[in-house]
């Protein structure tokens, strides 16, 4: 189900496409960093680069190459996410201001499965990629936790088809006992969809979801471990809180059920109070986190120790529907915080600063490369000869926000904006052009999305949110209020209200 970076073999029948003249951003195998071209062009051939030319036209094109002009524009790989739950897009803007506990009784798998049918998900889904193609986000590892029924699984992987992203559709074992649909009925479902060729031809591939592999593992933990060799997964994933949280999912969980030595990645998400141990582990076995910084900050389980194992990790986006869906935005903002930490360990001493203690080009490798080397795949994330063909064409000739540009990492990573996304191709074809998505039926989608997200928005406007007091079931840490801030003279005022009423 993977593959490895191969050399690239031409046929007089592959369909070439030719991006020229543009600044593309390319990845040098023997600096292990960034390489440059300036006025150079791309060669696409059928879902591979074929070449990186320091020349707008190149000799010897194939016959009957399509040629897009890119002159002084941007080009990129695409961003890779590495942790979505593409599922959720019905909910955006109805939970701006919760945290991670309110979500668990509210929004995850668990509270909201009775809500959605097998049309509500894949209209979820596709809408959710949509958004994240739109973006120039070209791969997503989606934590499909959706699978409630064997409806609703299939609804989630039909809309990662239908929507031409690169989607590794990790389908999740879970028991979801509102809707008395356990893991043990989860089984056949997920053999069915492995032993299909419904995803054949299409970027989508087959991985893994599961969130009880410790501190004490499920009963059809085994089982689970077993399937994913059984099958050779494309990933497997799990939400890794630990600390107060209590759901820990650490590297050492994984590593009892000899799943972390396989040729099989696993991402783990989030990784909140991964321990020092742990972090060496990650580093031993060549698997990684996944980092989402927007979430973290905006649900409350924070990222203390991210910074110092950057080196195996990559970025996510998570609950799409809470905040900004793009991994540039994951990728600033990280940048900043990463920037902000290190900067005041030096400050906290009464020292003042004499380096910047992470460059752009790092942040840049951390939202395409390293998503890549998360899924153990060299071809995904870089522009090289051979690569996967999944690129960004970034107007930066018109965008005001870049305009002067220099240093086109700089351009992108600090004043880019997803509006700037020009042209977005995936597997080698176009899914975005000229700044619109090329899905003839988006209208379509969009208006039966909308009726969609009204009925189910409609439902939890209705529903009661959690009373979170007393200690938190997970763990048996108690719930604590913080300091709300005040942002009007005097104490606790100021914090207004959701405007949902419609």
Same mark, same amino acid.
């Given at each position: 189900?993977?593959? #490895?970076?191969? =050399?690239? $073999?031409?046929? =007089?029948?592959? =369909?070439?496409?030719?991006?020229?003249?543009?600044? #593309? #951003? =390319?990845?040098?195998?023997?600096t292990n960093g960034l390489d440059v071209v300036r006025n150079g062009s791309l060669l696409i051939t059928d879902d591979r680069i074929a070449s990186v030319n320091s020349s707008p036209w190149p000799r010897n094109l194939p016959n009957d190459t399509t040629t897009i002009d890119v002159s002084d524009q941007i080009i990129t790989p695409g961003f890779v996410d590495t942790h979505r739950h593409g599922w959720q897009t019905a909910f955006k803007t109805i939970a701006s201001n919760t945290t991670l506990a309110e979500y668990f009784g509210r929004y995850g798998e668990f509270a909201a499965a009775s809500s959605f049918d097998a049309e509500d998900v894949y209209l979820g889904q596709l809408v959710g990629m949509y958004e994240s193609l739109d973006a120039g986000?070209?791969? $997503?590892?989606?934590h499909a936790h959706h699978t409630w029924s064997n409806d609703t699984a299939y609804a989630g992987l039909n809309a990662s088809i239908d929507s031409r992203a690169r989607v590794f559709w990790a389908y999740t074992f879970h028991n979801i006992t509102s809707l008395n649909y356990t893991i043990e009925m989860q089984f056949p479902n997920f053999r069915e969809i492995a032993e299909s060729d419904l995803y054949a031809g299409s970027p989508v591939e087959l991985g893994i979801s599961y969130d009880s592999w410790g501190?004490?593992?499920?009963?059809?933990?085994h089982q689970i471990a077993h399937l994913a060799n059984e099958y050779n997964v494309s990933v497997v994933t799990t939400h890794s809180l630990a600390g107060p949280w209590g759901i820990t999912n650490l590297p050492s969980d994984l590593h009892r059920f000899d799943i972390l030595n396989t040729s099989i990645p696993v991402v783990f998400s989030h990784g909140s109070f991964i321990t020092a141990n742990d972090a060496q582990l990650l580093r031993q076995t060549g698997q990684y986190l996944s980092i989402t910084p927007e979430s973290e900050m905006h649900y409350g389980h924070t990222h203390p120790h991210s910074r110092f194992i950057q080196d195996q990790a990559a970025l996510g986006v998570d609950t799409h529907f809470t905040f900004a869906a793009d991994i540039l935005t994951q990728a600033r903002l990280w940048l900043q915080t990463a920037r902000y930490d290190f900067f005041d360990d030096v400050m906290k001493k009464w020292e003042i600063p004499s380096t910047n203690p992470m460059s752009v080009e790092q942040s840049f490798l951390l939202a395409t490369r390293s998503g890549g080397q998360a899924l153990h795949r060299e071809d995904i994330g870089v522009i090289q000869a051979g690569a996967k063909a999944d690129v960004v064409v970034w107007n930066a000739k018109d965008s005001w926000s870049m305009l002067g540009w220099v240093d086109p990492v700089a351009a992108v990573m600090l004043h880019a904006?997803?509006?700037? $996304?020009?042209?977005? #191709?995936?597997?080698?074809?176009?899914?975005?052009?000229?700044?619109?998505?090329?899905?003839?039926?988006?209208?379509d989608v969009k208006s039966r999305f909308l009726e969609s997200a009204r009925k189910i928005q409609k439902t939890f406007r209705e529903t009661p949110y959690p009373e979170l007091e007393g200690n938190w079931e997970y763990s048996g840490f108690p719930f604590a209020a913080p300091q709300i801030a005040d942002v009007e003279p005097g104490n606790g005022t100021g914090y207004g209200q959701l405007w949902l009423d419609q």
């Amino acid at each position: 189900m993977r593959s #490895i970076l191969p =050399a690239f $073999v031409g046929t =007089a029948s592959a =369909a070439s496409t030719l991006l020229s003249g543009g600044t #593309i #951003i =390319a990845f040098n195998n023997e600096t292990n960093g960034l390489d440059v071209v300036r006025n150079g062009s791309l060669l696409i051939t059928d879902d591979r680069i074929a070449s990186v030319n320091s020349s707008p036209w190149p000799r010897n094109l194939p016959n009957d190459t399509t040629t897009i002009d890119v002159s002084d524009q941007i080009i990129t790989p695409g961003f890779v996410d590495t942790h979505r739950h593409g599922w959720q897009t019905a909910f955006k803007t109805i939970a701006s201001n919760t945290t991670l506990a309110e979500y668990f009784g509210r929004y995850g798998e668990f509270a909201a499965a009775s809500s959605f049918d097998a049309e509500d998900v894949y209209l979820g889904q596709l809408v959710g990629m949509y958004e994240s193609l739109d973006a120039g986000v070209t791969t $997503v590892l989606d934590h499909a936790h959706h699978t409630w029924s064997n409806d609703t699984a299939y609804a989630g992987l039909n809309a990662s088809i239908d929507s031409r992203a690169r989607v590794f559709w990790a389908y999740t074992f879970h028991n979801i006992t509102s809707l008395n649909y356990t893991i043990e009925m989860q089984f056949p479902n997920f053999r069915e969809i492995a032993e299909s060729d419904l995803y054949a031809g299409s970027p989508v591939e087959l991985g893994i979801s599961y969130d009880s592999w410790g501190p004490t593992p499920g009963p059809e933990t085994h089982q689970i471990a077993h399937l994913a060799n059984e099958y050779n997964v494309s990933v497997v994933t799990t939400h890794s809180l630990a600390g107060p949280w209590g759901i820990t999912n650490l590297p050492s969980d994984l590593h009892r059920f000899d799943i972390l030595n396989t040729s099989i990645p696993v991402v783990f998400s989030h990784g909140s109070f991964i321990t020092a141990n742990d972090a060496q582990l990650l580093r031993q076995t060549g698997q990684y986190l996944s980092i989402t910084p927007e979430s973290e900050m905006h649900y409350g389980h924070t990222h203390p120790h991210s910074r110092f194992i950057q080196d195996q990790a990559a970025l996510g986006v998570d609950t799409h529907f809470t905040f900004a869906a793009d991994i540039l935005t994951q990728a600033r903002l990280w940048l900043q915080t990463a920037r902000y930490d290190f900067f005041d360990d030096v400050m906290k001493k009464w020292e003042i600063p004499s380096t910047n203690p992470m460059s752009v080009e790092q942040s840049f490798l951390l939202a395409t490369r390293s998503g890549g080397q998360a899924l153990h795949r060299e071809d995904i994330g870089v522009i090289q000869a051979g690569a996967k063909a999944d690129v960004v064409v970034w107007n930066a000739k018109d965008s005001w926000s870049m305009l002067g540009w220099v240093d086109p990492v700089a351009a992108v990573m600090l004043h880019a904006n997803p509006g700037d $996304v020009f042209h977005v #191709i995936v597997e080698g074809q176009l899914v975005k052009k000229d700044g619109k998505l090329t899905d003839p039926n988006h209208e379509d989608v969009k208006s039966r999305f909308l009726e969609s997200a009204r009925k189910i928005q409609k439902t939890f406007r209705e529903t009661p949110y959690p009373e979170l007091e007393g200690n938190w079931e997970y763990s048996g840490f108690p719930f604590a209020a913080p300091q709300i801030a005040d942002v009007e003279p005097g104490n606790g005022t100021g914090y207004g209200q959701l405007w949902l009423d419609q």
